[in-house]
Nanobody, 123 residues
């Protein structure tokens, strides 16, 4: 099983980035997909999750109305569209998969993890 996260980079505050997470696990539709992030010196935190069918999403309060999570089953790929980025969004972003049906927000319930992609937002 492999998750390949990409799309990170350096962006100015107020800018946008789209992260991608390509999964080799099949069937992709069996898994809820989430994004977590970890800033320097801080613990990993939940960002967003999307259900197996894509009909349910949850967001951390800090990113609500700015970030959008989505998935494309045909491509086995998930996305995180990040708009109105702030310096406090700077972190390594990880995608993860869970077989739970409850769109979990706890990292303990995720069994597959990508390698992370760095997002840096300058002020």
């Amino acid at each position: 099983v492999q998750l390949q996260a990409s799309g990170g980079g350096l962006v100015q505050a107020g800018g946008s980035l789209r992260l991608s997470c390509a999964a080799s696990v099949l069937p992709f539709s069996r898994y809820a997909m989430a994004w977590f992030r970890q800033a320097p010196g801080k613990e990993r935190e939940f960002v967003a999750v999307i259900s197996q069918g894509g009909g349910t999403t949850k967001y951390a309060d800090s990113v609500k109305d700015r970030f959008t999570i989505s998935r494309d089953g045909a491509k086995n790929t998930g996305y995180l569209q990040m708009n109105s980025l702030k310096p406090e969004d700077t972190a390594v972003y990880y995608c993860a998969l869970s077989s739970r049906l409850i769109v979990p927000t706890s990292s303990n319930l995720y069994i597959y993890w990508g390698q992370g992609t760095l997002v840096t937002v300058s002020s």
